[in-house]
């Protein structure tokens, strides 16, 4: 059995999307026949097959985007006489990495995580990691260096321009037997080490319904642990990040770099937005088909800043200062694996119940991944939501190229003093995080004063 | 330093150039010929890629023959776009076995093969993170799709010279909402062929090939 895998187009590409299939599972395939398709930015590449056989399992389907190294496909080299149905089942236990559960269901986790590091390495045509030595190499030398898993890195070329040649290859096979008197197993052979393996740790862990992970508790210690066999259970495992999660690194960091960072927090009584929200929750549900929450409070108070405060609407492009003229408030929207921030355009023409829709729209097509590139583009400030994961107060950084941010706390009632008497308030912390470098500590104060001062007398009848 | 054969045909048919970049993908996988660079025009044509979204085409079929623009899906990568007089279309027919197995800095490199050419001519282009193809502003002068096959790329560029930009009211050019501009229309009278020599010159620096003339090949 053979699995084919996701393989690595270039040094920065970390993903790819499956395209096409050219073969359906059970399939004949011959070596290097074109297999699948994949498309990385702007190119589609043809992948051939790795091995000839027959194609038993497609695992990821036409449309999805995987990391490299995801197994694919597996191809059962066996001739493929009998159906195709009936092989995985057959086949599953000899590539079973250690510690997992034997019922074919849990075996047949297509996940990527659960098969980054399972399998031979990838197809000798599209090598995974091991960069090549520099110079042209033969067909055959490429060939005797795949067949002996051999680092063409460490082999030293005697030929024309320090090519490596056959004769170099044979001295180095010649070299690393007299080194290990137990010969080197060639790739075909690893699945039969496996077997031994499984009777000692199938009696061990207890039949576990989820793939073994950092969830479940170390399994008792083994005695006598054999060896570490290839595919057993590793201590660690790799993940290459997602395009959205390196992105989002890149763009955490550049702004670390770039804004000299202060976060001011001032209190807010948001008893009287309280009382609003509750005279209209249900109505505004019945209504609308949505809940009315207190983002679009926020805001709305937030664009009675700005308007008062414009500079904290800027961007600043090295050492020049942006103006907008529209207030686009950015709204942070956690995804599943990630965040974005799409656009409520020119927010200060709506009121709260256009907001409402704008953020909730926004919101779930974002997480449907529906969000056309423009509604992700063009804020001039921006809004994080922590309140609604239970934060109080946060340190939000800065979506570049805006001067500030402003988190919002989660609500709560809380006894303040009043007049000397103690009193029960719905109070909030806002969290502004500023680029000191543009905007000063007391204009940044002057403005959130502002957006608490809205808020606190919150006079709109209207929502 | 290996050799590029550079070939401009002049206007072609989508359908006879994608044949005979077949033909050449198909000889070139053999080793029979070196690295090609092909430099041509297609009449009015719009292509859509692989994973091309056809809500992109912003015509019917009708509108289009109507408007004598033909109209071919196709196996490169990248959305929909379109083809015409007045562009170099550049089909270089790589090993990138021989170069970079690396796509990513395959479509780098070719992008920056169209920046330099533009500089020659005293336009200041670059790149916009994620959105491949070469831009002047918020422009796109310059857009890319490639096809790979056993790492022999096959598709490519099309650089805007004089094109009549109002061609691509008829789409969303590469399902990216922003506008296209041409050299002509940033006040750059260069011609195709003086464009097309500069390009065939960057494009050997790029990727350090000599550029040589074709040796006799047949355009079906």
Partial sequence: MTDVVMPQMGESIVEGTLTKWLKKAGDRVERDEPLFEISTDKVDTEIPSPAAGTLSEVLVEEGKTVGIATVVARIDECGGAAPAAAQPAAAQPAVQPVGQDSTPAVGQDSSPAADVHVGPPPPAEEPAVAAEPTGPLSPLVRRMAREYSIDLNKVKGTGAGGRITKQDLEGHIARQQDAQPAPAPPPASAQAVAPPAVPVQAATPPPVQTPPSVQTPPPAPVPAAPPPLPGGQAKTRIEPMSTMRIRIAEHMLASRRTSAHVTTVHKVDMTKVARMRDRHKADFQSNYGMSLTYLPFVVRATVVGLRTYPLLNASLEGNNIIHHNEINIGIAVALENGLIVPVVRQADEKNVLGLQRSIVDLATRARSRQLKPEEVQGGTFSITNFGGFGSVIATPIINQPQVAILGVGAVEKTPVVIDDAIAIRSVMYLSLSFDHRLIDGALADQFTAKVKQALEGWSEEVL | ?220
């Fill in chain 2, 1 to 220: 330093m290996l050799k590029c054969e550079v070939q401009e045909p002049g206007r072609v048919e989508y359908a006879s150039a994608f044949e005979l970049q077949q033909q050449l993908v198909a000889r070139r996988k053999a080793g029979a010929i070196p690295d090609q660079f092909i430099l041509l025009e297609h009449p009015h044509t719009i292509t859509l890629g692989r994973n091309g979204h056809l809500e992109n085409l912003l015509a019917g079929h009708d509108a289009l023959s109507s408007a004598g623009i033909a109209f071919h899906p196709t196996d490169r990568g990248g959305d929909i776009t379109y083809h015409g007089p007045g562009q170099i279309v550049g089909y270089p027919i790589l090993d990138l076995r021989e170069w970079q197995r690396d796509v990513g800095a395959y479509v780098r490199a070719i992008e920056q093969t169209m920046i330099d050419t533009l500089a020659d001519f005293g336009i200041q282009a670059g790149r916009i993170p994620k959105c491949t193809g070469v831009w002047v502003g918020g422009s796109k002068i310059g857009a890319i799709g490639v096809h790979i096959s056993r790492w022999v790329t096959s598709h490519g560029f099309a650089l805007n010279v004089s094109t009549d930009l109002r061609y691509f009211q008829y789409i969303v050019p590469c399902g990216i909402s922003k506008p296209v501009t041409s050299m002509a229309q940033l006040g750059c009278d260069a011609s195709w062929a003086a464009v097309a020599e500069r390009l065939a010159a960057h494009f050997g620096r790029v990727f350090e090939r000599e550029m040589i003339p074709a040796g006799v090949l047949a355009c079906s």
